[in-house]
């Protein structure tokens, strides 16, 4: 086991983590006043998930969370991060607070901490209350921004005594694309650019929230988990470049330029719904504490060639002005991802460049893959190749703080169902059993390397 040259040298005080979901893992959807949220609408339409299944149970993270705190504090990170299920602490997405709902939260909490444990919760991560969805049009509607802020300030009510740093949101980008664009992630809309509105209604969740939790303490420091990877024309021609740099947009500019330069691209603000959109830009592009970074795959793109694709995982209609094209000469998660390590270095070197004193401290609040199996070398080397990836980038300039692995625990993987597996831990969802992989054990060594343990 190599592990000196890749984790060594990581600066002390590096925020090693694990990340995890609600939905993907929580199970009790009907316990303790929990609401239903627009998966749970969306699971239950057959076809909607390829394997059929749920997350009725998923990992039964619920009523197994103490277990689940043990393996996180054994593999010897510092930080967990998980989300907050909106609908389990307001049912209805407004007013009421459900007491029981954060009584959950407040006991994985004091478990996290009782662990030496940083608890670093999302406040969203795709599970819109089902009421506001139905009543206000979800995120199609101005007011869910509002509403989310009123959401968070009660969390931090609650938790804001042992919690300080926060994400308001999990990819908004892929929020916006899959659920509102394409339809194949709840709420199942399909209003391709049409969402635009949906994505300028989350970034003013996330600047509205970031005021509440602040509001409700000084020692809050924000971020947000933003997806982002590096896009490749498929050729030098002038159709393939223009439709990669609209998918750059898309995907990488469209979030992060409000939020750290404080205006939209060219040509994308007058297409966003606001009355006044300079003053949400004032709320949306305050100054973050941190920029979370989701990063799994690169994107090479081509222009349209009038035909359907199945890419990734996903099914893209004939009509969209790009094309994804497979990057060869790379290994394949079963995802259908490939694997470039090196994709991440120049992904954060690129934001070092282009948001330069503007960029805040970055953290990795994603990475990894999906492979089946206990045995799971696969796992190992992405690991490894993207830890050295990060640190080539940190050596480079990139002021990079922080690395959760996604995921803790195999688990409900959203349209895929249970088919994909991502987790250091492998969860026989029949009987609930939990048993680390090789990949977990590989972790917990390289960890030890990493900060000098004995």
């Known amino acids: 086991m190599t592990t000196g040259e890749v984790v060594s040298r990581f600066p002390d005080g590096f925020l090693w983590g694990v990340s995890t979901s609600a939905f993907q893992i929580e ?37 197994r969370y103490r277990e689940d705190v043990a ?66 049009g979800g995120w199609r509607h101005r007011d869910t921004a509002a509403h989310f802020a009123d959401y968070a300030a009660a969390v931090a009510d609650r938790l804001g005594d042992r919690v300080t740093r926060w994400i308001t949101l999990n990819e908004p980008a892929e929020h916006t694309l899959l659920g509102h664009a394409l339809g194949q992630h709840a709420p199942g809309h399909t209003l391709v650019f049409d969402a635009l509105p949906v994505a300028h209604h989350l970034l003013l969740g996330h600047g509205l929230a970031a005021e509440a939790l602040r ?31 609209l998918y750059d947009l898309l995907l990488n500019r469209l979030f992060a330029d409000p939020l750290l330069l404080g205006h939209y691209p060219e040509g994308i603000a007058e297409l966003m719904p606001a009355a006044d959109l300079a003053a949400d830009l004032k709320f949306i592009g305050r100054p973050l504490d941190w920029y979370g970074v989701n990063y799994y795959q690169p994107t090479k793109v081509a222009a349209p060639d009038g035909t359907s694709t199945d890419y990734a995982g996903l099914h893209l209609p004939a009509d969209l002005p790009f094309t994804p094209r497979p990057i060869e000469d790379h290994p394949l998660t079963d995802f259908g991802w490939p694997v470039v390590p090196e994709a991440l270095t120049e992904l954060l070197l690129h934001l070092r460049t282009r948001y330069a004193d503007r960029l805040p401290p970055l953290i990795i609040t994603e990475n990894g893959c999906s492979y089946p199996g206990l045995d799971d070398q696969e796992r190992i080397s992405f690991l490894r190749g993207h830890l050295h990836a990060l640190h080539t980038a940190m050596q480079s300039g990139a002021d990079v703080r922080g690395y959760f692995v996604w995921s803790l625990l195999d688990n409900f993987e959203w349209a895929e169902g249970h088919a994909r597996r991502f987790g250091l831990v492998h969860v026989d969802y029949p009987t609930q059993r939990r048993t680390p992989k090789a990949s977990y054990h590989w972790l917990r060594a390289a960890l030890h390397a990493a900060t000098d343990r004995p």
Not at 221 to 238: E, K, L, T, Y
């Open 71 to 136: 393996l996180i504090h054994d593999l010897g990170v510092v930080a967990y991060r998980f989300s907050i299920a909106w609908p389990r602490v307001v049912p209805e997405g407004t007013s009421p607070v459900n007491p029981a709902g954060l009584d959950f939260y407040d006991r994985l909490v004091d478990e996290l901490c009782a662990r030496g444990l940083e608890p670093v919760p999302t406040l969203f991560h795709w599970d819109t209350p089902l009421a506001l969805e139905e009543s206000h």
């Open 215 to 245: 509001s409700a303490s000084g020692e809050a420091r924000i971020g947000i988990a933003n997806s982002h990877g590096p896009v490749w024309p498929a050729s030098d021609d002038h159709a393939d470049k223009a439709a990669a740099d």
């Open 27 to 63: 199970g009790a959807l009907e316990e303790d006043g929990r609401g239903p949220s627009v998966w749970d609408a969306f699971t239950a339409v057959p076809g909607n998930v390829k394997d059929g299944t749920t997350a009725a149970t998923a990992c039964d993270h619920y009523h």
